[in-house]
Every structure is written in structure tokens, then in C-alpha cells.
């Protein structure tokens, strides 16, 4: 999982995996911090995981598709899935991914079948269109709704999700928050 300064929102995508109905001790994830000077190296220090957690910093941003290769030769697995920050994968994400593999030995998985757009953050840079979009879908949650309503002004707003929430699999991560981009 390659990141940049997507902190807190590449612990969204960690709890997701946290919550995986797949056996996690079989599991290592690798993040490659590539040169964030937010909270994202904090990640690796104070927190367990029931997976294996392997960070690595890299002192000078190199991009995206470098930090993913880095990633690929730290990897001890015999399987990948690539993973950003806020992607929040639902529970049988891995264990589908791996039954796949299990039928189909030489399978090369990609892409993404459908997509669900959904507000985990509420960045201040936000288009007004994105903001009034977000509003819309916000405001059939009252507590979410109170939530961005009373820290949308602070200069670094956080995120309205927690680990509970996804750990939970909370209802505000269902189909009611939020809208297709992508058909299936």
C-alpha cells in the first residue's frame, strides 16, 4: 500500500483489513510511506494489527508506482492485492480474492468491478459541487451530518469515520451513503 500524506485515511483502508473474515495470520501487509510529512509515520508505532504490518519510509518522495514496486520486492507472499489509502475493502474481500486463486492457480486479478463513492473526509479544498454532493448524501444521517457541520471550518478536519464504524461494518458504509460510479 503505497501512501503520501493520506493520513488518517490510509488507517481506513488498515482497519478494513483488520476486519477481514479471512484467517489474518496469513496475511502481511506492506505500506510504503513515500516521503509523507503528515501523521503517517506514526502508523507504525503504538498500533497492533492482527496481520502482519511491515512500513517502510522512504526519505525523498520517488511516486506512486515506484513505492508500489518497492512493495513488491519487501512482499514474502505468493499472492498481491494492491491497496491505496480509503480504499475500505468490505469483509470477504480477501477470502473472495483467495478463492479465486484456489480455483484458478495461474489467475491475474485486476480492477474493479463496481465502486461506490462514499464521503470519509470531508476535505476543506473540496469543490462547492463536491461539498453540495456531499451535503446531499450527509444529510440523511443526522449524526454524520452534525459531525461535518461542527469541524468543517477547522483547518484539518477529521475524518468521519472511525475504526469502530468499519470494524462494525457501520450502516454509514452501506449502499445509502452512497451512490454508483460504475455499474456491475
Known amino acids: ?8 485515511l490510509n488507517l481506513l483502508t488498515l482497519y478494513s483489513l483488520e476486519a477481514q473474515t479471512y ?9 510504503i510511506d513515500d516521503a509523507s510529512d503528515d501523521e503517517t509515520p506514526g502508523i507504525a508505532s503504538g498500533r497492533s494489527f492482527p496481520f502482519e504490518f511491515r512500513y517502510y519510509r522512504m526519505t525523498r518522495n520517488i511516486g506512486r508506482p515506484r513505492a508500489r514496486n518497492m512493495g513488491i520486492h519487501a512482499s514474502r507472499g505468493q499472492h498481491l492485492i494492491f491497496l491505496d489509502a480509503e480504499i475500505i475493502v468490505p469483509p470477504e474481500f480477501i477470502e473472495a480474492h483467495m478463492s479465486l486463486h484456489r480455483e484458478h492457480s495461474r489467475l491475474i486479478a485486476g480492477g474493479l468491478f463496481a465502486v461506490r463513492k462514499s464521503y470519509t473526509w470531508l476535505d476543506p479544498q473540496l469543490s462547492p459541487g463536491q461539498l453540495l454532493q456531499a451535503e ?7 449524526d454524520l451530518h452534525g459531525k461535518w457541520l461542527r469541524t468543517r471550518m477547522l483547518p484539518d478536519p477529521p ?12 450502516k454509514y458504509l452501506r449502499h445509502d451513503l452512497g451512490h454508483r460510479l460504475h455499474d456491475e
Open 23 to 31: 484467517d489474518l495470520s496469513k496475511v502481511e501487509v506492506i505500506m
Open 1 to 8: 500500500m503505497p501512501t503520501h500524506n493520506r493520513y488518517p
Open 159 to 170: 475524518a468521519l469515520f472511525e475504526r469502530e464504524d468499519i470494524l462494525e461494518g457501520s
Open 136 to 142: 446531499e448524501l450527509l444529510v440523511r444521517h443526522p
